[in-house]
């Protein structure tokens, strides 16, 4: 019986393994896959398909067109249970539907074959036709620095027309566009609205660029929407975020699960279950559409998740922005200058390119003011960045934008009280006031004439509305957010565009933006040395779940920063230099660029030569320190802590980061994940690049690596 058992469970085992190969061989965030994205018109003529191998989407298109089918090609999940408009805009306070079919009875799960009986409301904008194009880059990047990803992302755009035959909204046409991209379970959705109407314009008070009924992730008899879990199969985000969180999740604002109340079956008592997603702006775009003028939505990025596991999802995501955002990619070596005159910026660009950096940043503090385009000052900074050029370095400066105080006259006006006061950062200028419109050519015009590189914003426009009439960016409240975030966008879009590196903290990445805030707290940087290298550690740990190496920057103060004393500080640097080694090879050895702010970046030869031997060492190994991060240990200073970067797609599949906080060596066993780096049996391990040694991969593509780890450093690993 025994024996038979034991056969039995073999041959379990043995049928299993060929299916978990195949789903490896055909998983995305290792390989490519070879479908390309698609759209396919049913032979009948009535439905109309989006596929790319990963997801599919698919239209009925008579009565009035309904997306019916929304499904994962990668897990079988369908994301649809009931019909829904495909968006909704409000005009002068009436709500129209764009699209829809009525007569679903049954709301839990939807069949096909019942949306022969669906009818169309002639009170919705009609479906009229459609056309694909090739998809076209959003922005045309123009990259001047070291880029993981050179690539613009390729696939698919379906435009759907509608219009209305009510006579007081002849002349608009809607068009609905679906971007499906190549290699990802992704796809982009928004809005453009025409009026071509010759002789009046329309209030536009509210656009949802999309709405689902999808299913629940959980039942539950009572209980509110906010204390339900909402769906975890799609992860949507759109380019209308801010609050400076450094986290897209905190700072949506377009994102909304509404409860359905026609969908009588839920477990729910009360029907509040939350399971309709609407997107869209809360206090947006409330403006006059002109005659002959186009509006275009917010741009809704909806990614198809195959699994809870956190790592997994926040792979996905990354591969997304690496996918749409390939500016993101970006990641040039630069140092964060504080200056008092013209000579330390010479000295210092001389000094990045004897030990490897690619650029200067003169911080907050420093002496560059690129508000002042005139004439005497544009020369003076065209002629320091023309002696940057001619080292090869990169040059550009900080400027300050919302937490500052101008006047009365320009800043945001409460919408309350009437007064100024009251903005995200107490008092802040508004973007379209004449001191905001005229600070945005400034810039631009400061950058084009000096031939700056790089441009630091900080605190961009973080979503404050303005009551002001006199402003001339904008007519008053309903449309003051919405302006002075195309004015924000057009800012760095204009960036982007012209080969300017952009850091910014706000999530404006999906409009032209490079790099982010990892995430720190400033005052920390004011604490000992000790607990600064496990402080940011910890940063980076948490900081990489959904951001790729290169989209966050750290910190480290060369000089006082928000107070503490000497033990805080790395000047003089050669008497610090073991700490200002480690705190290098913590960040660039999570391929994370800081702001190393001070005077200089180095003061001995010895010290410039620490500097050169870890620039040089990121510079070999930078391809695979810029490629994704798995999450090993986090730091507790207990024990170890370590991070591997994958790439299945380089010569050396990992490489990884461990430490040890512990004032004396240690020897661990660590199980060393690698699904992700794409080995399927064995692996090289190479500990600094020296002896290799071959271990065989678990069945769950795990490597049991033997380390010592010297006391309070570290040691790393080249993975082959």
Request: aromatic share 12%; proline share 5%; with cysteine.
């Amino acid at each position: 019986m025994r024996a038979q058992l034991v056969c039995f469970l073999i041959l379990i085992v043995t049928n299993c393994l060929p299916a978990l190969a195949q789903q490896r061989a055909s998983d995305w965030t290792i390989r490519p896959i070879a479908s390309k994205a698609q759209v396919i018109v049913s032979a009948d003529g009535k439905n109309i398909e989006l596929n790319n191998g990963l997801l599919r989407r698919s239209f009925r298109l008579q009565p009035n067109l309904v997306c019916y089918d929304y499904y994962n090609l990668s897990n079988g999940q369908q994301l649809i249970r009931a019909v829904k408009p495909e968006a909704k805009i409000v005009i002068a306070g009436k709500a129209y539907a764009v699209g829809g079919l009525y007569g679903q009875k049954e709301q839990a799960y939807l069949l096909p074959e019942w949306l022969d009986s669906f009818t169309a409301n002639p009170q919705d904008f009609q479906y009229q036709s459609h056309e694909v194009q090739d998809l076209k880059p959003f922005l045309n990047w123009r990259a001047a620095t070291w880029t993981g990803n050179p690539q613009q992302a390729k696939g698919k755009v379906l435009s759907l027309t509608f219009r209305h035959n009510a006579p007081e909204l002849a002349g608009l046409t809607i068009k609905i566009h679906y971007a499906l991209y190549d290699g990802i379970p992704l796809l982009c959705k928004w809005l453009s609205i025409d009026n071509q109407n010759a002789k009046r314009g329309y209030q536009l008070d509210k656009v949802l660029n999309e709405i689902l009924a999808m299913p629940e992730e959980e039942s539950a008899v009572v209980g509110k929407p906010e204390q339900m879990k909402k769906p975890q199969g799609i992860y949507i985000e759109t380019n209308y975020a801010f609050n400076n969180a450094m986290r897209y999740n905190i700072s949506d604002q377009t994102t909304h699960w509404k409860t359905d109340s026609s969908y009588t079956s839920q477990v729910n008592y009360y029907y509040e279950t939350p399971c309709i997603l609407e997107v869209y702006p809360d206090f947006a775009p409330g403006i006059e559409l002109r005659v002959g003028e186009q509006f275009e939505s917010i741009r809704t990025y909806e990614l198809l998740l195959d699994s809870y596991d956190r790592e997994r999802r926040g792979l996905m995501v990354r591969k997304m922005y690496r996918t749409v955002a390939p500016w993101t990619t970006q990641n040039p070596i630069f140092m964060h200058l504080v200056s008092k005159n013209d000579e330390q910026v010479r000295s210092i660009i001389d000094q990045c390119a004897e030990t490897g950096y690619e650029g200067v940043i003169l911080s907050f503090g420093s002496h560059c003011n690129m508000e002042d385009t005139s004439t005497a000052n544009i020369q003076r900074w065209k002629t320091l960045t023309d002696y940057a050029h001619s080292k090869k370095i990169l040059i550009g400066s900080y400027s300050l934008f919302s937490s500052r105080r101008i006047s009365d006259e320009h800043d945001v006006i409460n919408p309350t009280t009437g007064k100024p006061g009251g903005a995200f950062f107490g008092n802040a200028p508004c973007f379209g006031s004449e001191w905001g419109l005229a600070y945005l050519d400034k810039l631009k015009y400061f950058m084009a004439k000096t031939g700056f590189d790089i441009f630091e914003n900080d605190g961009p426009y973080p979503g404050d509305r303005c009551a002001s009439t006199t402003h001339p960016g904008h007519l008053g409240l309903e449309d003051s957010q919405w302006r002075q975030m195309a004015l924000q966008k057009s800012l760095y879009r204009w960036c982007n565009e012209n080969g300017i590196y952009v850091n910014a903290p706000d999530w404006y990445f999906l409009d032209g933006t490079h790099k982010i805030g990892l995430g720190y707290r400033e005052v920390n940087f004011s604490l000992p040395r000790a607990q600064q290298k496990i402080l940011n550690r910890q940063n980076i740990f948490d900081g990489t779940w959904e951001k790729t190496p290169s989209m966050g920057w750290g910190f480290v103060p060369l000089t006082v920063y928000q107070g503490g004393g000497a033990e805080a500080v790395l000047e003089p640097l050669s008497e610090h230099l073991n700490d200002y080694e480690q705190l290098m090879v913590q960040y660039y050895g999570a391929g994370i660029q800081a702001c190393y702010r001070g005077p200089r970046l180095y003061d001995t030869e010895a010290t410039k030569q620490t500097v050169i031997r870890v620039i040089d060492w990121y510079k070999r190994y930078r391809q695979i320190l810029n490629a994704d991060i798995i999450h090993l240990r986090r730091p507790d200073g207990r024990d170890w802590d370590g991070i591997l970067h994958v790439d299945p797609n380089l010569p050396e599949k990992g490489l990884l980061m461990l430490y040890n906080p512990l004032k004396v060596p240690i020897q661990r066993s660590i199980q060393v994940p690698l699904y992700y780096a794409g080995l399927e049996k064995t692996a090289v391990f190479k500990e600094k690049a020296g002896k290799a040694q071959k271990l065989k991969l678990n069945r769950n593509y795990e490597a049991s690596l033997e380390v010592e780890i010297p006391a309070e450093g570290y040691t790393w690993f080249v993975i082959e």
